[in-house]
């Protein structure tokens, strides 16, 4: 798209600007990630929908899991760079999480949900757990889920 095009094309469709550097663009991707997510909540409460945002755990979130042996070979890098962008990028999102909970958006914070478990869930290096990660996550939204139900 040439430097013209980019002018005269609508907003809508040309996506934002990100800074150049690093902090700017956490802001950015964060930014439009809450008010993705205010605009969820809003389409959902005028068409009776419950809308229920989490965020999930990840291995790269300091004191999220004490990780096993097997998952520091398999599923912990500190060269990888998902890792150093999940350890700048979600403070910023568990920090914006806390202010939509606070406007009335159901919002939950689960990424210290496998704090007090030693055995083995992720099962990669990016951010994949295995099925008793997956039990575990899904037992906790279940929760959430009757817990948001009960108090309509």
Known sequence: MTVEAVKTTADEFRGPDLLTTEDSSYKTVTDIWYK???MLHAICQKND???LHVLQ???YVE???PLSVEEKEIAFDPE???GNIVKEGYSNLITMGKKLKSTGVPF???TMIFKDYEETLYVDSCCHFGETGNLLL???IANILIK???QQ
Do not use: A, F, H, V
């Open 80 to 82: 990888d760079t998902r």
């Open 138 to 140: 899904g037992r906790e």
């Open 148 to 150: 948001e139900i009960e």
């Open 63 to 65: 004191g999220s899991k």
């Open 36 to 38: 993705s997510s205010e």
């Open 108 to 110: 939950y914070d689960l």
């Open 57 to 59: 755990p990840n291995q």
């Open 49 to 51: 929908l419950l809308y």
